[in-house]
C-alpha cells in the first residue's frame, strides 16, 4: 500500500513536467463535467483470482468524479464466483486540461454477492489516468476492500489491481441525450394520445352505428302500425 501512494506522488509531481516538456505533442483533455464508459480486468491477490467490470461515471467539475461499476469474478479450482456492484468517489487533483499522467484516489462501497452468499465492502483506491486523446483513456488503479462476510472464495481482505480503458463522452453528449429521451417521451405520450382518440371515435362511431339501427327499427315498427 506504501508503494502505491509512492508512486501516484511521484507520478503526480512528474506529470506537470511532462506536459511541459511536450506540450505540443499531448492532447489538451478536460474532464470536467462530461460522463465515461468503461471495462476493466483485475488481478485480486491472495486468492490470486481474477474479475472483470464494466463501469460509468460522471465528472462534477474537473476534480470530482462519481460512478458505478458491476464486477464479476472467481477463484480458480472450484472455488467460487462472485459479483460485485460498486459505488464510488474519486478526486483528481490536478485541473483542467489535465496532463498526460494524472492521478487520482478515493473511496468505494460495494454490495458482494454469489453462490448463496453476499457482503457489504467498502475501500479506499488509487490509481493513474493516462489520457491518450480527448475521447479516451487508459485507468490504472489499486484497490483495497474490506468486506463483512467472506463470498465466492474471497478473503475478508482483498487487494485488486486494476487496469481498464475508459470513453469520454464528447461534451454537451448527456444534455443532448437527455433532450433525445425526452423528445422521444414526449412522442410516446402523443402516439399514447392518438390512440386514446382513436378509441374513443372508434366508440362514437359504434354508439352512433347502435343510434340509427335503433331508429330504423322503431321507424320500421311505426310503419307496419299504419
Not at 196 to 219: G, K, Q, S
Request: aromatic share 8%; net charge negative; charged share 20%.
Amino acid at each position: 500500500m506504501l508503494g502505491v501512494v509512492l508512486a501516484v506522488v511521484l507520478l503526480a509531481w512528474l506529470a506537470p513536467v511532462a506536459d511541459r516538456a511536450h506540450a505540443d505533442e499531448l492532447p489538451e483533455v478536460a474532464v470536467a463535467d462530461r460522463t465515461a464508459l468503461g471495462l476493466g480486468a483485475a488481478a485480486a491477490l491472495d486468492p490470486a483470482s481474477p474479475a472483470f467490470e464494466g463501469t460509468g461515471q460522471r465528472f462534477v467539475g474537473p476534480h470530482l468524479a462519481f460512478g458505478l461499476r458491476q464486477e464479476g469474478g472467481f477463484v480458480p479450482g472450484g472455488r467460487g464466483y462472485h459479483l460485485a456492484t460498486s459505488v464510488f468517489g474519486d478526486v483528481h487533483p490536478l485541473a483542467d486540461p489535465k496532463p498526460l499522467v494524472s492521478p487520482f484516489v478515493g473511496v468505494a462501497g460495494a454490495a458482494l454477492y454469489g453462490g448463496g452468499d453476499a457482503a457489504g465492502a467498502v475501500g479506499p483506491e488509487a490509481g493513474v489516468a493516462l489520457f491518450l486523446s480527448d475521447d479516451v483513456l487508459l485507468e490504472a488503479r489499486y484497490q483495497f476492500r474490506w468486506a463483512s462476510e467472506q463470498v465466492g472464495g474471497l478473503d475478508r481482505e482483498q487487494h485488486l489491481a486494476w487496469l481498464g480503458v475508459r470513453f469520454l463522452l464528447p461534451p454537451g453528449a448527456d444534455e443532448e441525450l437527455a433532450q433525445a429521451e425526452q423528445a422521444a417521451t414526449r412522442a410516446e405520450q402523443a402516439a399514447l394520445a392518438a390512440e386514446e382518440a382513436v378509441a374513443r371515435m372508434e366508440a362514437a362511431t359504434e354508439r352512433l352505428e347502435r343510434a340509427v339501427d335503433a331508429y330504423a327499427a322503431w321507424f320500421e315498427q311505426q310503419l307496419r302500425k299504419q
